[in-house]
């Protein structure tokens, strides 16, 4: 009987940061069929950006279990669906890729390797964490295969659906829903005190010269009103990786600087830095839309110029745009209500049936006669034999989706010394990242 049939469904999720894990969980919960019980298992691919417990603390999405894997590992998990793809050996209804391009391209060779013979098999969902400014062709396409591919907005949805017909590729997948963490309480006006909270990015800006300007200005505009607390939110702690890396953490740059009393760090659930915010400032991040939600101010920041490489040109047209200059005197913008509405953002309803859609085809999928179709990327070996291969071998599988040889052993789990090895490589890495390689490249500009 089909898990539809059961009101029960069984979730895998695999993510590779603390923010996909979060867009993943979340997503599942979501886009499942509506009165249906779920069983939810966590798989953190391991790598860089493997959230440490207090990120995953912070982002606050539980699971039924979770556990750290390598793509092999994971593969091995998912071949188990004849036996132990469950911790009860029952095989999964939906399984959600909540990675980066290539890994999800990864990992559709590698299950449509392991399930080429069997029509029974999870539904495969896939997306996008937040906003797509850049390389919107590459990492469409290497998420083609899935079931559904998941866009956040009606405009998403549409350049989806161009992109795919553009290449001659199926665009059925593509399935509009909203970011699925936007929530909470309505802003009802302005608080005592005043907080203005600066959301950072990781890598926007990557300067050291431009991150220090708008710390310079977040702390001149805490001076310029000493009755306003002024946050800056950040993502995380030195030595810790989001979805991208962070080799100028602000926490070091602040300790130049002399920033007054109402000045401060915080970290923690964005909604609930949200919950106190009368004014939310960005130069491009996903928090912007969240804050949107809310009929939070919002400014997305001009001073850097309005570019493609700090991705605030996704907000051309929105009515957010403007400078600290302005914010300084006082200016508070108004969003075009249209161009809200074309982002999923749903500040006026609508958001709590944003994805029913994606669970009816869920629901359809699952009841779907004799199964469920091959997984069928658009990249195989015949249509990209010079970019599929080294996709596929980062994650130690071979162009057919076979482990390559010499790959790490995935026919068992990793003993005691092999996690140990594991940690203390992920901790060199992280240390290489943060501490030598910005050394490396100073050097290199004497």
């Not at 092999?72 to 990675?99: N, Q």
């Not at 990492?139 to 079931?147: C, E, S, V, W, Y």
């Not at 006669?369 to 990249?379: F, I, N, Q, T």
Request: aromatic share 6%; proline share 8%.
């Amino acid at each position: 009987m089909p898990a539809s049939a059961t009101k029960a469904l069984r979730v895998a999720v695999l993510a590779d940061s603390d923010t996909r894990w979060k867009w993943g969980a979340l997503t599942a919960s979501r886009v499942c069929p509506a009165d249906t019980e779920i069983h939810l298992d966590g798989y953190l691919l391991r790598g860089r950006a493997t959230p440490t417990p207090r990120q995953l603390r912070e982002v606050g999405v539980g699971a039924d279990s979770l556990r750290e894997v390598t793509a092999l590992e994971f593969l091995r998990a998912m071949d188990g669906a004849r036996g132990d793809g469950a911790r009860d050996g029952k095989p999964y209804d939906v399984l959600v890729l909540a990675l980066v391009g290539g890994g999800v391209q990864a990992m559709l060779h590698g299950l449509g390797r392991l399930w080429r013979d069997r029509a029974e098999r999870p539904v495969v969902v896939t997306g996008y964490v937040g906003v797509v400014y850049e390389k919107l062709a590459d990492g469409l396409l290497l998420r083609h295969g899935a079931d559904l591919v998941l866009a956040n907005s009606r405009q998403d949805a549409e350049r989806f659906r161009a992109v795919y017909e553009g290449v001659g590729a199926d665009p059925a997948a593509v399935t509009e829903v909203a970011l699925p963490f936007l929530g909470g309480a309505a802003y009802a006006g302005e608080r005592d005190p005043y907080t203005v909270v600066f959301a950072a990015q990781p890598s926007v800006p990557d300067s050291r010269k431009d991150r220090t300007y708008l710390l310079d200005r977040l702390i001149r505009h805490a001076r310029l009103h000493p009755g306003r607390e002024v946050l800056l939110k950040l993502r995380s702690r030195p030595g810790e990786h989001t979805t991208h890396i962070e080799e100028l953490p602000y926490q070091k740059l602040v300790q130049r600087a002399d920033p007054p009393p109402n000045f401060r760090l915080v970290y923690g659930h964005m909604g609930d830095v949200l919950d106190r915010t009368d004014l939310l400032v960005t130069v491009s991040s996903t928090a912007a839309l969240e804050s949107l939600h809310r009929r939070i101010p919002t400014v997305v920041l001009t001073d850097l110029g309005v570019r493609e490489a700090l991705g605030n040109h996704h907000f051309v047209g929105s009515g957010c745009l403007a400078s600290w200059d302005q914010l300084d005197a006082g200016h508070r913008p108004v969003p075009d209500p249209e161009w809200v509405a074309r982002q999923g953002v749903a500040a006026d309803g609508g958001y709590d049936t944003a994805f029913d859609e994606a669970g009816k085809r869920i629901a359809a999928l699952l009841a779907r006669p004799g199964g469920l179709p091959p997984l069928a990327p658009y990249y195989t070996p015949a249509t990209a034999p010079g970019y599929l291969p080294g996709i596929l071998a980062r994650h130690h599988l071979a162009p057919d989706g076979t482990p390559l040889p010499g790959a790490p052993a995935a026919d068992r789990p990793p003993g005691p010394v092999r996690q140990v090895v594991r940690r203390a490589a992920r901790g060199a890495y992280r240390h290489g990242v943060q501490r030598v390689a910005p050394v490396i490249r100073r050097m290199g500009e004497l």
